[in-house]
């Protein structure tokens, strides 16, 4: 399984979470619209009832304040259910490294981060567990032109790798978590703006 496939299964996961995402927001924001049209509806009765000038200050200000609550409502829950989608990401991401295509993944993000470097001989750190995999993938990497050291740090990570030139100075980070963050950056703005019409 390619990285590709994998960021094809995470935009499929994605996307169904999103559908789930647009109906519970859409459950929500009404929800919460109703209940600060009711507040500003119930405000607006009293006012009237009152007849003056000031009540009609007053209910001007309950009203643009339930609509600010209303909003910083949605916001939160919008957020809330963003990051509920990239922990759940995440959690797919720490299965995928227990499956049988792990080994031709972790190779591709080395040859990925062997090529953004533009080096053909790179320094590889990975986790604990992926240490074991690296000697078959070396020969492998090696048939390819690329030579691969392993460093003797480990990374903190799930899975995936840490690519860096032999002096160290420069490195690209596979890991999946990295790579989860660059992705969120991405579809942050693609998800906010899905929700937006929510």
Same mark, same amino acid.
């Given at each position: 399984m390619g990285v590709e496939t994998i960021i094809e299964r995470i935009r499929n996961d994605a996307n169904a979470e999103r559908?789930?995402?647009? #109906?519970?927001?859409?459950?929500?924001? @009404?929800? %919460?619209?109703?209940?600060a049209q009711t507040s #500003?509806?119930?405000?607006?009765?009293? %006012?009237? *009832?009152?007849?003056?000038?000031?009540?009609?200050?007053?209910?001007? *200000?309950?009203?643009?304040?339930?609509?600010?609550?209303? *909003?910083?409502?949605? *916001?939160?829950?919008? @957020?809330?259910?963003?990051?509920?989608c990239f922990v759940e990401a995440s +959690?797919?991401?720490?299965?995928?490294?227990?499956?049988?295509?792990?080994?031709?993944?972790?190779?591709?993000?080395?040859?990925?981060?062997?090529?953004?470097?533009?080096?053909? @001989?790179?320094l590889i750190i990975v986790n604990h567990r992926d240490r074991m995999l690296i000697g078959d993938i070396a020969g492998e990497l090696a048939d390819? +032109?690329?030579?691969?050291?392993?460093?003797?740090?480990t990374a903190d990570t799930v899975g995936g790798v840490i690519v860096c030139t032999r002096s160290g100075g420069i490195l690209v980070n596979n890991t999946f978590e990295a790579r989860l963050r660059r992705l969120k950056k991405e579809l942050l703005v693609d998800v906010s703006g899905i929700l937006e019409f929510a």
């Open positions: 559908q789930q995402i647009e #109906a519970e927001s859409r459950s929500r924001v @009404d929800r %919460i619209l109703m209940e #500003a509806e119930h405000a607006s009765q009293e %006012i009237i *009832r009152q007849g003056n000038r000031e009540a009609a200050k007053a209910s001007g *200000r309950i009203i643009s304040e339930a609509r600010i609550k209303a *909003r910083q409502n949605v *916001r939160t829950v919008k @957020d809330e259910l963003i990051n509920q +959690g797919q991401l720490e299965k995928l490294a227990s499956l049988p295509e792990y080994r031709q993944i972790l190779k591709a993000l080395i040859q990925e981060g062997a090529r953004e470097l533009a080096e053909s @001989d790179v390819l +032109g690329i030579t691969i050291t392993l460093s003797e740090e």
